[in-house]
C-alpha cells in the first residue's frame, strides 16, 4: 500500500465533510483519513500502485482546492 500525506487547512469535521465527496469520487484510492489534532492537518491517502502516484496527487489536491481549503504535499 502507498501513502500520500497532505498539509490541509482543514479545520473542523465540517470541513472534512465537505471534502469528502471529491475525495471519494477517486476510485484508485482505497482509503483516506484526516488528522485535524495535528499542527498540519494532514489529511493522508492509501493506494496500491505506484504508478497512479501523480495522477492521485493532481486529483487529490484539485477535489480540497475546488472546496475552498489549501493543501500542500508533505514529503517524508
Request: hydrophobic content about 35%.
Amino acid at each position: 500500500m502507498q501513502t500520500l500525506r497532505f498539509k490541509t487547512s482543514l479545520k473542523c469535521n465540517g470541513c472534512v465533510n465537505a471534502i469528502k465527496p471529491g475525495i471519494e469520487a477517486i476510485k484508485k484510492i482505497k482509503s483516506w483519513r484526516v488528522f485535524l489534532d495535528v499542527q498540519d492537518r494532514t489529511l493522508e491517502v492509501d493506494f496500491e500502485n505506484p504508478s497512479d502516484e501523480e495522477e492521485i496527487l493532481r486529483v487529490v489536491q484539485s477535489a480540497v482546492k475546488k472546496e475552498g481549503y489549501t493543501i500542500d504535499e508533505l514529503k517524508d
